[in-house]
C-alpha cells in the first residue's frame, strides 16, 4: 500500500521531518518526508497496512512543538512504490 500524506499546522521548524524518518524507519517504511513551499510537510510512505496505520498516528501527534491542524490523506497506484527506497528525509536539510 502507497500513502501520500499533507500535513498542516506548525509542522515547519520544529524537527517534523526528523521525527517522520525516525518514525517510518522504525516501522520499516519505504519512502520520503519533505517541506513543501506553502509551509506544509507531505510524506509518501509504502508498507503494510498496519504499519501506515501506526504512521498516521505519528503523523497526527507530531513531534513536541509542532501542531498539527489537518492531516490530508490519498493511496497512490502501487506503481508510485518502485522507485522508493528506505525512508529518507527530501530535499534541503
Known amino acids: ?3 501520500h500524506f499533507l ?3 506548525r509542522v515547519q521548524g520544529v524537527g517534523f521531518r526528523w521525527f517522520v524518518q525516525r518514525e517510518a524507519g522504525e516501522l ?3 519512502g520520503w518526508v519533505r517541506n513543501t513551499e506553502e509551509g506544509e510537510v507531505e510524506v509518501v510512505a509504502s508498507g503494510s497496512e ?4 501506526e504512521l498516521r498516528a505519528s503523523l497526527r501527534r507530531g513531534p513536541r512543538g ?8 490519498h493511496q497512490l497506484a502501487e506503481s508510485e512504490a518502485a522507485d522508493l527506497s528506505s525512508f529518507r528525509i527530501d530535499g534541503a536539510w
Request: aromatic share 4%; glycine share 4%; charged share 30%.
Open 1 to 3: 500500500m502507497v500513502l
Open 7 to 9: 500535513i498542516q499546522g
Open 28 to 30: 520499516d517504511l519505504r
Open 50 to 53: 498496519a504499519y501506515l496505520a
Open 66 to 73: 509542532a501542531r498539527v491542524d489537518r492531516l490530508v490523506e
